[in-house]
């Protein structure tokens, strides 16, 4: 598609969408059941803000915006554009997931992400590794859980992992 085709209505609608999966993102936030761990956490451990962190503070979100941009570019309707939002949002946890993991000390040990601190290095190494570990599953919790067919469910499902895991290495 030549962009400078676009309208200023589809324009409109892609900030339109942008805007609201940034809507949806904030409203996504998972709330884990910690009093359920065995052991018990600390009270003072922070593990449902860090959680959540790397994906509030920010990104480009690349992967979603060009996720919705197909979307838009073939739909229409509002309702089955935002039917989407949670497939966005699985890209964008699963990325955010392999950013946290790369940033560890035994892997590059880097001290900034997106302009803030590490996860590992404002709270810990540990945490770091949980909180991605999450991220990674909860990528595929938001798929199944999307109001979409079942078998597309599973073909998103086996698309995400295979090109989100070891399929990636290669």
Not at 92 to 98: A, I, M
Not at 127 to 135: Q, Y
Request: contains cysteine; aromatic residues 8%.
């Amino acid at each position: 598609m030549d962009l400078s085709s676009m309208s200023a209505c589809d324009l409109r609608l892609f900030n339109e969408v942008c805007a609201a999966f940034e809507a949806y993102l904030v409203a996504s936030k998972p709330k884990p059941k910690l009093q359920d761990f065995d052991p018990p956490f600390d009270p003072s451990f922070k593990f449902e803000t860090a959680l959540w962190e790397m994906l509030l503070n920010g990104g480009k979100r690349f992967r979603p915006k060009l996720l919705l941009a197909v979307v838009c570019a073939f739909v229409r309707s509002s309702k089955r554009i935002q039917q989407a939002h949670p497939i966005a949002l699985a890209l964008e946890v699963l990325h955010t997931y392999s950013l946290i993991h790369d940033d560890l000390p035994c892997m590059d040990n880097s001290p900034l992400r997106r302009g803030h601190p590490t996860l590992h290095t404002t709270y810990n190494e540990t945490t770091a590794t949980l909180v991605g570990d999450g991220l990674n599953t909860y990528a595929f919790e938001l798929i199944v859980s999307a109001k979409l067919s079942s078998p597309l469910k599973v073909r998103l499902v086996a698309t995400l992992a295979q090109c989100g895991g070891l399929g990636a290495w290669c």
